[in-house]
Structures are given as C-alpha cells and as structure tokens.
C-alpha cells in the first residue's frame, strides 16, 4: 500500500481493512466489520487483523481492554506513498497530468484556502 513491501501481497478484503484504518487513523476491529463491504464475520475480521499484524502491515494496541489497529506509518505518509505509486504507474509520473485529472472533473470545488495553497505550489514547482 504506502510501500513496495506492503503494496502486491494483499488480498482484497485486507486491502479495504487497510484502507479503513488508513481512512480512521486507527480503528477496532468492531469498526472495521461494520465498515466493510459484504463484511464476513467478527470472528474472520480479526483473523484478518491477526494476519496483517504479523506481516508488519498493521500494529495492534491495547487501550482500556479493547485492541485498536493503526498503520506503522502516520496516515499522512502512507497516503503520500499510495499517491506517489498511483501517479507514477496511472499518469507515466507525471504529477501535472494527475492534478488536471483531479481537477478538470466536474463537480470539483475548492475552497479559497486550498485554491491558495495549490497556487502557492504551482508557483514554487515552476522555480528552477
């Protein structure tokens, strides 16, 4: 997912577990079941987790009795990383042809704050 060592061995359903605490930060296993889609059983969701744990792609925590997942990484690089790899193998690494694919969609809107920011990013990519 956020690397290579992570990205081509996971099935589907530990993919979208992944991506569910990728999306929450960390999450139990209670809420990662009512998250997923066709969810299988509380019993095969943690045999998920238990699985993913062992691989090193999640990290398990215990907070007042209960067992909560996160990502070894912080949200923010893991994302990064997942972007980077999207770019790189949709858009021939290309970030310009990422961003006017996300931006020229209809329905995208922008608030001020974050038309300035890209402003502000366009303006210190095009310095050599």
Do not use: C
């Amino acid at each position: 997912m956020w690397d290579d060592k992570h990205s081509n061995d996971l099935s589907r359903r530990e993919r979208q577990v992944v991506e569910i605490v990728m999306r929450r930060g960390r999450a139990s296993a209670r809420e990662i079941e009512e998250e997923l889609p066709d969810a299988p059983t509380y019993s095969a969701v943690r045999s998920i987790l238990r699985l993913l744990v062992e691989r090193e792609v999640l990290v398990k925590t215990a907070e007042e009795g209960r067992d909560w997942f996160s990502l070894p990484v912080s949200p923010k690089k893991a994302r990064a990383g997942v972007l980077a790899r999207m770019v790189d193998q949709l858009f021939d690494n290309s970030v310009g042809e990422a961003a006017l694919a996300l931006l020229g969609q209809r329905n995208v809107k922008l608030s001020a704050e974050e038309a300035e920011k890209l402003i502000q990013l366009i303006e210190e990519a095009r310095k050599p």
